[in-house]
C-alpha cells in the first residue's frame, strides 16, 4: 500500500514537471505568442495546394493518355487548358514570392507533347518554359510525352 | 497495486482535463507556453495510462482475487494468456484499452504533426483532451477496474467462447481502428475551429486514417473467423448489432479515403469529408457503446452495464458540436470546383460514396430498430437477415462493379469512345464468366451470378490497370512505386473482390444436411459420405469434453477424421457453460470447408445429431485478408517523392514566418 502510494507520488510529481515544463524552461519569454498562419501565408499555402493539384491533374492526364483511358482527340482538347491552368498557378506563386521577396527553386518543366514521326515540327514555342519546383503527387518522374499531333499553339505557348 | 493504478488513472483524468481546459485557452488567446504545457499533459496522460494498464496486467497475470475485475474474469485453470486477454474481456479493461490506445495515438499524432501542421496542433490537443476526458470519467467515476474486495478462493472464469486464440488479436485490432478514427476527426474539427480549412488535416492524418481503417478491417475478419470456428453455427457474419458496430465505421471510412482522394486532387467534397469523418468517429463511439452497453442483446455483449446513458450522451453531444461546427465553417469549405462529367472518375467516387453511406445508414437504421421500438412500443422488435441481405445485394453489387469501372473512367471527363475501349476486356471477361455458371448450372442464385460476373469485371479490370500501366511506365515495380496509393488500393480492390467471391460462392452455393446418426450410420453431403464412428470424452485444460469421431471419404477413399463435439466448463461466469466446438476440413480442390457440428449428444445412446456444411471458396474470405494487408502496407509505405514535395510546401511557409 505504502509503496503504491509513494510510486503514485512519485508519478504525479513527474507528470506536473512534464506539463509545468514550458513555463518552467522559459520563465520570463520575450514572446508567450503561439505561431499562427498570417493571412498572407494562407494565401500562400492556397496558392501552393492550387499549383500541386494542376500539376497533379495534368501528370495524371498525361497518364491516363498513355494508358489508353483518354482518346487522342479527347487529350488534345483537354491538355491546353489544363496547362494553361498549370502555368497560371505556378505564375501566381512565383508572382506571390516575388513581391515578398521570397523564391522557390525550379526544378521541372511541364512536357510539351512530341508531334508522331513524320510529321512537320512545330514552330518552336514561346521560350517561357514553365517551371515545375518539385515532382507532383502522382508521378514521380515526368512521364514520356505522348506522341500525338500537335493541333497549334498550346497552353504556356498562347 | 489497485491504489497506484487508481491513482494512476486519476492522474490520467486530470492531465486529460487540463488537455481540454487548457489546450483551449492557449489555443483561443494565442498562448504558447499553455499550449506547450497542454500538449505535454497528453503526453504525460499517456504514461500514466500506461503504469494503470499494467497494474491491471499485472494483476492478471498473478490472478490477484483482490482485484474484483480479475476475479470476475479469469479463474486459476485459465490459460496465461486468456487470462491477460481478459484485459478486454470485460468492460472496464476495454474501457482502460480505448484510453491506452487514444492516448497513445494522441501523443504520437500530436508530435508528428508537429513538423507539417505546427500551427494546428494547439487546435487539435484540446479535441483530443476532450475525448480522452469522456473515457478516463468513465475509468474513474463510473466502471473502474480497480475495485478491490477480500480475494475468493478461484474467480469466476472466462466466458467459454472468449478462450480463443482469436480473441488474442481480434478485440486489441478493432479497438485500434476504432480509436484509430479519432486521429483524423481530431484533426479535421482542429482545422474547423481553427479556421485552417486548408489540406494540412488531410496530409497529417491521411496514413492515421489508412491504418484505422486497415485495422478495423483486419479486425473484423478476424472476427468473423472466430466466429466461424468458435460460435458453431456454420456461419462468419450473423448480423449481429456488435458486428454492424464495427461494419459501420469501416464503411464511413472507406467512403472517406475516396472522397478525400477528391478534396486532395480537385479541391472538391470539403463539406463531405468533414461531415464523412464525424460519421465514421461518432460510429465508432456507437460501437463502443453497443457493445459495452448491453442495451442489445447480441452474441457479443459479454459486459453488461448501465454505461449506455453516458455514451448516448456523448454521443449526442459529438455530433451536435460537430455538426454544428460544420455549419459555422460552411463558408470556408466550398468548393470552387465542380463535377465536369458523370462519366469520370470523380463521378464514380461520388456513386461510391452515396451506395457506402447509404448501406452504412441502413444498416445503422436495422441495428437501432431494436432500441427504437423499445422505447416507443415498450418492447423490442428485432430485424433479421433478409432485411441486410437485401441491402447488401442493392448496394453492394453496384459497389462491386463500381469497383471494376472505377480504374478504368479518366478523371475530370471520360469520352465514350475511350470508355467503349477501356471497357472491352473487363466486360468480355464477365459476360465469358456469366455465361460458363450458367452453362454448368450456377444460375441458381442470382446473387450468386451476378457476384460472380461482376468479380470477373473487375478481376479483369485490375490485372488490364496493371498490364496497362506496366506498359506505359516499363516496369511493374517502377508503376507501383510512382504511385503507391493507387496501385496499394488496386490491391485492396483485389482483397475486397476475393472476399466477395468467398462470401458469395459460401452462401449461394452451401449445402446443409442435418441428420441424428447412431455409430456405424453414414450421411451423404455434397459428394462426401460422413460416418459417425465412435463417442469420446477427454479432459482438456478448463473443460470437460466430449467429441464425435467422423470419419470422412470421398468416392470410397478416406479423406480425413473430424471430431466435432462440446467442451463442458465447470467454472464460468453464471454457473458451468457448454459450448459447440466445432471441427472442419479444408478442401484443396474447391477452397472450401467441410464445417460439422455436433448439434446435440447423447451420451447414454451414443446418438449425435450432426449438422454438416459444405462451403465452397469459404477460405478466400480469410485469404484476402493477407492480401488486404499487403495492399495497405503498399498504400500506406511512405513516399520519399510525396514526403518532400510536402515538406517543401509547408517549409515555404514556415521560412516565410522565420
Redesign the interface.
Known sequence: ?TA??V??AV??V??AM??????LR?PE?A????????E???R???L???R??AL??LK??E??H??????D??YRE?VGPMRVRAAEALRALERFDAA?G?D?PRMVEIPDPLPPPGEPKPPDPVPDPVPE?????????P?EPARVPEPGPLGVET | MAPLGRAALLLTFGLVLYALVAGAIGARQRRRRLALSARNALYAAFGTTVVAALVLLAALARRDFSFAYVAEHTNRDLAGGYALSAFWGGQEGSLLLWLLILTGYASVAVWLAGRTAKELVPWVVPVFGAVATFFAFMLVFVSSPFHTQPAPADGAGMVPSLQNPYMLAHPPLLYLGYVGLTVPFAFAMGALLSKQTDERWIVVTRRWTLAAWTFLGVGQLLGAHWAYVEIGWGGYYAWDPVENAALMPWLAATAFLHSVMMQEKRGMLKVWNAILVSLAFCLSIFGTFLTRSGVINSIHSFAQSPLGGWFLGFIVVTVVVSAALIRLRLPLLRSRTTLESLVSREATFLYNNLLLVAFCLTILWGTMWPILTQAVRAEPSTISKPYYNFFLHSFGLPLLLLMGIGPLVAWRRASLRAVGRTFLVPFAAAVATGGALLAVGLGSSLPGLLAYTFSAFVAASIVYEFVRGTRATGSLMRLVARNRRRYGGYLVHAAVLMLAIGVAGSSAYQTVRERGLKPGQSMEVAGYTLTYESLGTRDVRNAQAIRAVVDVSRNGSHVTTLTPGKNTYPVAPGGPQTSNEVSIYHDPRNLGDLFTIADQIDAKSGTVFLKVLVKPLVNLIWAAGFLFVFGALVAMWPDAVEQRRLAQRYAAAAAARA
Do not use: C, I
Request: proline content about 11%; glycine content about 4%.
Open positions: 500500500m503504491a502510494l510510486l503514485a508519478l504525479a513527474v507528470a512534464l506539463v509545468a515544463r514550458p513555463f522559459d519569454p514572446s508567450d505568442r503561439l505561431d499562427e498562419l498570417t498572407r501565408e494562407r500562400r499555402l492556397e501552393a495546394e492550387e500541386d493539384r497533379a491533374a495524371e492526364l497518364f491516363d498513355r494508358t489508353g483511358k483518354v482518346a482527340e479527347h483537354t515578398a521570397g522557390e519546383p518539385y515532382p507532383p503527387p502522382d508521378e514521380a518522374d512521364p
